[in-house]
């Protein structure tokens, strides 16, 4: 079956320790996503990446730092820099990236708590 | 400025009963609208999209869609909600590219038996 997975489901964090959140996908998709999701505030965009070895900042890059060394994987790592880290984190792909009518599908998510 | 608005953050329907969520936009061209449905800690999944055409769009799961231009609205239907139907639903807004896509705050609804 093709599709997104995330790893891990639930994620607890201390505070001050870096955590790399991970995203895989075999949909032979060239884009990839990372979304913030917080309560009644929808989706925010973290970082995006078009083509391997290539990414490019979202809304709300600070305190986040992503790799694309392969096209399947899409990692988030989150700093100690990230003043509010606990959140719903949700991973995304899509075809190509570049066109607005391309579809981005969705991986199942990881749930960070900092404690 | 904000680029989609879901006006109803949470609803509240009896199972059988219809269902309209409602969303609006604001954008000077052509919108490419989605909307998306998540179950409780899960990802999205896509219900339907529209890009051009006709402006009755049907999704999965029984759901339609009609956008409206002249009320900048895409409004989520389904004629007799199930007790499976029960998640948070998201209007999302493709203004550039993909790398621009707006989502709203989302819909919460519940279904009562």
């Known amino acids: 079956d093709g599709g997104i997975t995330q790893s891990p489901k639930y994620l607890f964090r201390k505070e001050g320790q870096n955590v790399t959140l991970s995203c895989e996908q075999n949909l032979n998709h060239d884009a990839m996503y990372w979304y913030r999701q917080d309560p009644g505030q929808g989706l925010r965009l973290i970082y995006y990446?078009?083509?391997?070895?290539?990414?490019q900042k979202g809304d709300i890059a600070e305190g986040y730092s992503v790799s694309r060394e392969k096209k399947e994987s899409f990692p988030l790592t989150v700093t100690s820099a990230q003043k509010n880290p606990t959140a719903f984190y949700l991973c995304a792909s899509s075809i190509l990236g570049f066109s607005k009518t391309d579809t981005q599908y969705f991986g199942p998510g990881t749930r960070l708590t900092v404690l | 400025a904000q680029s989609v608005t879901q006006p109803d953050i949470h609803i509240t329907v009896s199972e059988g009963a219809s269902l309209e969520l409602r969303c609006n936009y604001s954008y000077g061209a052509t919108p490419y609208l989605f909307w998306y449905v998540q179950s409780p800690g899960q990802g999205l999944q896509l219900l339907l999209k529209?890009?051009?055409?006709?402006?009755l769009v049907q999704g999965i799961k029984g759901f339609e869609a009609e956008f409206k231009r002249s009320q900048s609205s895409f409004n989520l239907r389904k004629p007799s909600v199930h007790w499976s139907d029960a998640a948070e639903y998201f209007c999302?807004?493709?203004?550039?590219?993909?790398?621009?896509?707006?989502f709203g705050a989302g819909t919460r609804l519940t279904v009562k038996p």
């Open positions: 999302a807004l493709n203004k550039y590219n993909n790398n621009d896509m707006r």
């Open positions: 529209y890009f051009s055409g006709d402006t």
């Open positions: 990446s078009q083509i391997v070895n290539d990414f």
